[in-house]
Nanobody, 126 residues
Framework: QVQLVESGGGLVQAGDSLRLSCAAS????????MGWFRQAPGKEREFVATISWSGGNTAYADSVKGRFTISRDNAKNTVYLQMNSLKPEDTAVYYCSAAATYYSVFLTREYDYNYWGQGTQVTVSS
């Protein structure tokens, strides 16, 4: 069974940085877009960022644009989310996901993805 395993979450203060990692096992996703989503307590899961199969195309939610950077290393089968200037409103469980279709780009909706990790908690204190 395909697995996506996130890591790198934790408790930080406002203004700090974190880098999340998502490692895929049992298959490669080098032919698919990857995405990060997040879910805060009491809220629906929301799109954060996506990166195309080649890494050449990225898209971000307005709330994180300019602060977060998504990247990938296909040789390592890993996608990253660098989060800078963190704010308390960034507190959420962050999920990694792999697209359901090959070579599609700018995928920002949950139903565009059919593989999901278990999530990693990010907590930003003020």
């Amino acid at each position: 069974q395909v697995q996506l395993v996130e890591s790198g979450g934790g408790l930080v203060q406002a203004g700090d940085s974190l880098r999340l990692s998502c490692a895929a096992s049992r298959r490669t996703f080098s032919d698919r877009s990857m995405g990060w989503f997040r879910q805060a307590p009491g809220k629906e899961r929301e799109f954060v960022a996506t990166i195309s199969w080649s890494g050449g195309n990225t898209a971000y939610a307005d709330s994180v644009k300019g602060r977060f950077t998504i990247s990938r290393d296909n040789a390592k089968n890993t996608v990253y989310l660098q989060m800078n200037s963190l704010k308390p409103e960034d507190t959420a469980v962050y999920y990694c996901s792999a697209a359901a279709t090959y070579y599609s780009v700018f995928l920002t909706r949950e139903y565009d993805y059919n593989y999901w990790g278990q999530g990693t908690q990010v907590t930003v204190s003020s």
